[in-house]
Nanobody, 115 residues
């Protein structure tokens, strides 16, 4: 088993920035994809961004140019730098790590964009 712990969420004004972090510990091995998903009230979960081991990020259209995903393989950590935040970015953001052998989720961190 593994544990994923997100941090960095909070309340910011429109146009502001936040940086989310997710540290994975436990049975994380081999090549994998680390990603961020989000879920707003009343909406289904949606993929925000993902990044493969040694690869570049892939982004949902609604965050392209505003969000940047990165990872530190030595620390089993994935980051999401979020800039130019909009009220519609308000959601619970979940970290995910998956491979052909496992699929783990964090408990989520709340991001609220409001003036």
């Amino acid at each position: 088993q593994a544990q994923l712990v997100e941090s960095g969420g909070g309340l910011v004004q429109p146009g502001g920035s936040l940086r989310l972090s997710c540290v994975a510990s436990g049975s994380i091995f081999g090549r994998n994809v680390m990603g961020w998903y989000r879920q707003a009230p009343g909406n289904p979960p949606e993929l925000v961004a993902s990044i493969k081991s040694g690869g570049s990020g892939n982004y949902a259209d609604f965050v392209k140019g505003r969000f940047t995903i990165s990872r530190d393989n030595a620390k089993n950590t994935v980051y999401l730098q979020m800039n130019s935040l909009k009220p519609e970015d308000t959601a619970v953001y979940y970290c995910n790590v998956q491979s052909t052998d496992y699929n783990y989720w964090g408990r989520g961190t709340q991001v609220t964009i409001s003036s």
